[in-house]
């Protein structure tokens, strides 16, 4: 007659049988649980979304031709190539990713993991290379009540904001005067080679002058980078009140604004809330403002950042405001999880009942007979 033991390969069999359909069960049945700040994100992304479709429109209001080919979901925030005032190169891929309105949701997360709170000052610096992730970075700064103190250089790298008459600042001005945002540049410099330009042609730098005073915007211009970081060291702070900055966010390579195109490598994409000490071969206004303590949010490659919060990469089309892990993550289920816990721990706990009782009893009687037997059998050997 079989006898039962609780490491027999059936009772063994049958746990582990219970144990994978308590897995399919804790794996199958995951929730959707909304992330920190939904709210929030989601007001971000839709503010994002109004803004870069209100462009759009304007630009087609402009008999604008948009190319269908490079920028497949015709958001008009692609640029050409090259222009007059395009000053580096950039990866079209890149540009097409930063259109993402849910970038502004990205925003949202990292301002509010820096600890800011409604009405803090925060420092930004813009180029015209991501006019798309510029509208994001407005769009999360205006959902979340936050003092934006934002400085901008016109000049642009390929596929950006590079039209000479349709550049960022002709943008952030099209939406202040409409009141989709309530705030713009404080000042601008022409960006590129040393923050004045270097690299372009006079024609070229004349144009973004050109941009600069027809959007009434005062002219950071300088004889040496070092000057036009320290200028723009000076306007933070007059800006600021007194009441200090809470958080500094850098969009693109503008040179002024990393001090080196080494740094924008050296310092991590995302937000650092303390900056490591490196040894930064110019210390441009990022890296000052790490070093005063100052939260620092790098929005420079843009396939890291979307990688890190799930954002896809070149979608077509663009996805909707609220799609995606920085709104709604899955994860399992508390109720099914813990009964699935229960139920294990049942079983576990039912094994090491049984097994403890088995060797309190002793030893099985049926090898004791059988011992016994030997026993005799070698007594009859001796006695032959």
């Known amino acids: 007659m079989y006898k039962f033991r609780a490491k027999s390969n059936i009772v063994l069999g049958v746990i582990s049988l219970i144990a994978l359909l308590a897995f399919i069960a804790v794996e199958n049945n995951k929730v959707d649980v909304k992330q920190d700040w939904y709210g929030e994100k989601l007001k971000a992304a839709e503010l994002s979304q109004h803004a870069a479709e209100y462009l759009k429109d304007y630009r087609l209001s402009e008999g604008v031709f948009i190319d269908a080919i490079n920028d497949p979901n015709q958001t008009a925030l692609i640029g050409q190539e090259y222009t007059m005032i395009t000053t580096d190169r950039g990866y079209i891929d890149a540009k097409l990713s930063s259109t993402n309105p849910n970038f502004a949701a990205v925003v949202v997360q990292m301002l509010k993991d820096a600890g800011l709170e409604k009405g803090d000052n925060v420092a930004i610096a813009m180029s015209g290379s991501f006019p798309g992730l510029n509208i994001s970075v407005i769009a999360a700064i205006e959902s979340l009540n936050l003092n934006p ?12 904001a590079n039209d000479p008459y349709f550049t960022w600042l002709d943008m952030e ?9 309530h705030s713009r540049s404080v ?34 211009k300088e004889d040496h980078l070092e000057e036009s970081i320290a200028k723009r060291m000076d306007v933070y702070e007059n800006a600021s009140k007194g009441k200090g900055i809470k958080a500094y966010v850098n969009v693109g390579g503008g040179i002024a604004s990393l001090g080196n195109t080494i740094n924008g490598k050296i310092i991590p994409p995302g937000l650092t809330e303390l ?13 000052q403002m790490g070093q005063k303590k100052i939260p620092i949010i790098h929005l420079l490659n843009i396939g890291q950042l979307s990688a890190k919060y799930g954002l896809p990469n070149n979608p077509v089309p663009l996805p909707e405001p609220g799609d995606g892990e920085i709104f709604i993550q899955k994860k399992y289920s508390i109720i099914i ?37 030997k026993e005799d059998e070698v007594e009859n050997a001796l006695d032959l």
Request: no cysteine; proline share 6%.
């Open 149 to 160: 103190i934002l400085i901008s250089s016109v000049g642009s790298s390929n596929f950006g």
């Open 173 to 181: 001005n099209i939406l202040y005067k409409a009141n989709i945002f």
């Open 187 to 220: 000042a601008a410099s022409i960006g590129g080679g040393a923050d004045i330009g270097r690299g372009l042609s006079p024609k070229g730098r004349e144009l973004i002058l050109q941009a600069i005073s027809r959007n009434n915007i005062p002219l950071i």
């Open 275 to 287: 900056l490591p000490l490196n040894n930064f071969p110019v210390h441009g206004v990022i890296i």
């Open 337 to 373: 999880t813990a009964i699935a816990t229960f139920v294990m721990l049942i079983l576990i706990t039912f094994v090491y009942i049984s097994e403890r009782k088995h060797h309190q009893l002793g030893v099985d009687p049926v090898p004791l007979q059988n011992q016994a037997n």
